[in-house]
């Protein structure tokens, strides 16, 4: 019987990808122990945006397709990826047909359907919903179900880049029956449904804690009867990104802790311990300072760091933009702040291989002190007595913002010092990262207020393909009053020549075409100065050295093939 | 009478004629071992961050990432942290921020709650309405106040003062306005106590004007309260400056203060311990010798001691 069900599971893609054998049966690996220092707040990803949410989720709920660790679309929940090779995708780039796998149960062991599928998209689409992942189904124009296994999505417009709706941690599918009076403003209501989601994954939820723990069981109906190794899961959440390495690391309480954000040398000291290791994996995320291009003077009242406050009296000179990138010493910032988790970089869109753009490297990734003050001198800033570079009444001293954390403010003290070696002054304020992230119309401290001169965070874009990361630096996108201080378009930056480009991008299907187009812009974001970019970060996590079948994934959720894992024996 | 401003004890000082008021309370002060110590290390630790760095000539703030996470060397007494800087440079430097902090926070509490607790407690009418404003000061979160007048007055401040001094006078003032509230309460208890005592009567009776009841008789015999909340003001305020940093609102991060080392060393603790060491032990030694002192003071000003 075991092999019969082996067998059968056999079909399953996954499978193929499983760890050893020997541990082929469900359930027997005990409890699987894991720890998050951002606690979980909802098992719903379409209410909250967060990672640590998706992150959560995507143990419950899947996609129809994932994206591996190499950076490539596995199907997941369908027989295969449509394309316009295998006709998935119609010739006019209007429309694609997803076939769902036939075998797929929910785990109250009723069927998944294609009834389930349009409804997630109706959901995510109701008004008044607030769906944080509105923007997976940008474009989409229906869903309709052919069969109960086949979906059909039609666009509104060509689609070069199709694979957004259903694909991926952010857009998985939830349960029609179970959702069905939860859709609009009633959404977040639900709290049963919300805390505890019906899924197709290997794992359901047995009990929710708000901000706290969550307990997992194995599911009993997931579609490959020897999967998951573990019998159940535990999720804590809470504490700060050191001890939860260390809870791995060194004292071996937990099996997993999720981004290990700590420097490089105290991992170092609690890896002695022999208890865990680190998984490091590079997606697209690139810490970078953001220079402001309009003038964020607390004088100017509400009009600061929009665009009515006009030019940014130092950092409108291109020169000045171009010195403060060649001061810096990316290589001192990777060992002081990142290790092994972090590469210097001149790209903001750093990955995959084939869209990494190599044409600033030459100049950009080499310190230059020399060159940066020759620029300078040549454009007429002169040092002061106090060391520091002046014109015309200006004063090269600015205020450079970020949020709290140990590697940032490192990271700030390294660059101001360096910037003290061309006299550029640099005053250093640093927010809580709640604060700093929490998107507040009403605080001054967020980035997206840039009520600062420079301003250091990390951003990346989900997926391989970047062309809605490349539109956000479109000159309508000015987070303002005017649009509630939504926007990423953080430095103010704004070029018609680029706006045209990114247009041009997004009506273009040929993928090779695509990666020029978006090198092109990559590089134009970092000859003109809309941002410093200092680090290709990785993500790195710790796991027990007991754990197996882990393969971090930057591209998806870090637990993207939970089902694989299993305990060492 | 010269010296009329210096002899502001009680009256019980004046009956023993052949020592002075001041070297009385020395004499007294001295009897208190702790006390003694505590002036000692105190004395030593502000000396040392007032001083030392003109024997101990490194930057508090140079970078040097090759020499980084070293051990206690000669040329590093307290080693460096992870990006190269001088620990005993930062621990001095450290410290004079901390203690002007925490005196200068602990003075302006200390005038407004004794101001606070005179008031209430010598004029009934007074007494209602300023101890529910004290209530009302209690009731309040802290944390989120500090907070929100941090937002409101930073980017003033730091125009009209630059970005040091501005977040100077902003601490000070906000943990000043935020921890008098012990003071005036603990003050008023002892002046509704003393203002119904015989002396104050008599010098009522005796026709003297009221503030000079208040300044010659009732604070005198309260001092001692006075000088205890004081000595744990101090200690307070280091630790809530430090919490004001570690949320990104203190000074900026690359401004040492005790806590802040405190506070960044933490995960460093098990590689360089003496990031954690040093800056803890001054923390410490400082509130405990201030505790100590403030023991002894009480001790020396009280005027039922003196006559034993």
Known sequence: MHKLKLLLAGTAAALALSGPAAHAERGTDGDLKILFWQAVSTMNPYLSGGTKEVLASSIVIEPLARTDEKGELVPWLVTEIPTLE?????????????????DVKWSDGTDFTAEDVIFTWKYCTAPDGGCAQAAQYEGVKNVEAIDPHTVKITFEEPKPYPYSAFVGPQSPIIQAAQFKDCVGAKAPGCTAANFGPIGTGSFVVKDFKPNDVITFAANPNYRDAAKPAFASI???????????????????????AWNAQVEPEVLQTMMAAGKGRLEISFGTQ??????????PDPALGDKRSTTEAGPHPALKDPAVRRALSLAIDRDIIVEAGYGQSGKPTCNIVPAPEAVA???????????????ANKLLDDAGWVKGGDGIRAKDGVKLSFLYSTSTNSVRQATQELVKAMWAEIGVDAELRNASASVFFGGDP???????????????????????DPEKYLAEWLCDKMPGPKNGWQGQNIPRYCNPAYDKLVGELSKTADLEKRAELSKQLNDMLTEEGAHIPLVHRGDQSSFAVTLEGVRMNSWDSQVWNIADWSRKK | MTDATMTTAPPA???????????????QFRAHKGGVAGL?????????????????????NKLDIRAKNQWPSLAHPFGTDNLGKDMLAQVLAGGRISLAVGITAMLLALFLGTLVGVLSGYFRRLDGPLMRLTDLFLALPLLPLLLVIILLFRDSLRAAFGPETGIFILIVFVIGITSWMHTARIVRGDVLAVKSQEFVLAAKSSGMMEYRIVLRHILPNVLSSIMVSATLGIASAIITESSLSFLGLGFPSDFPTWGRLLFDGANFMTLTPSRVLWPGLAISLTV?????????????????????
Request: proline share 4%.
């Open chain 1, 86 to 102: 295998n006709g998935g995708v119609a010739k006019d780039l209007l429309s694609m047909t997803w076939k769902l796998k036939p």
């Open chain 1, 234 to 256: 535990t999720l804590k959440g809470g504490g700060d990104a050191a001890s939860a390495a260390r809870a791995v690391l060194e004292t071996g309480e937990y099996d997993y």
């Open chain 1, 286 to 295: 690139t810490e970078r300072i953001n220079l402001n291009w309009t003038n």
């Open chain 1, 357 to 371: 753009s190599t044409k600033n490297d030459s100049w950009c990734l080499k310190q230059d002190i020399e060159g």
């Open chain 1, 442 to 464: 009403a605080s001054p401290d967020t980035f997206q207020k840039f009520y600062a001169d420079v301003l250091m965070y990390t951003n990346n874009f989900d997926g391989t």
């Open chain 2, 13 to 27: 000082v004046a009956s023993t004629p052949t020592r002075s008021a001041l070297s009385d309370m020395w004499h």
């Open chain 2, 40 to 60: 000692v290390v105190f004395t030593f630790i502000v000396l040392a961050v007032y001083v030392g760095p003109l024997i101990h000539t490194v930057a508090p």
């Open chain 2, 288 to 308: 405990l010798s201030v505790n100590y002192m403030g023991d002894a003071i009480r001790d020396a000003l009280d005027p039922r001691a003196v006559k034993r």
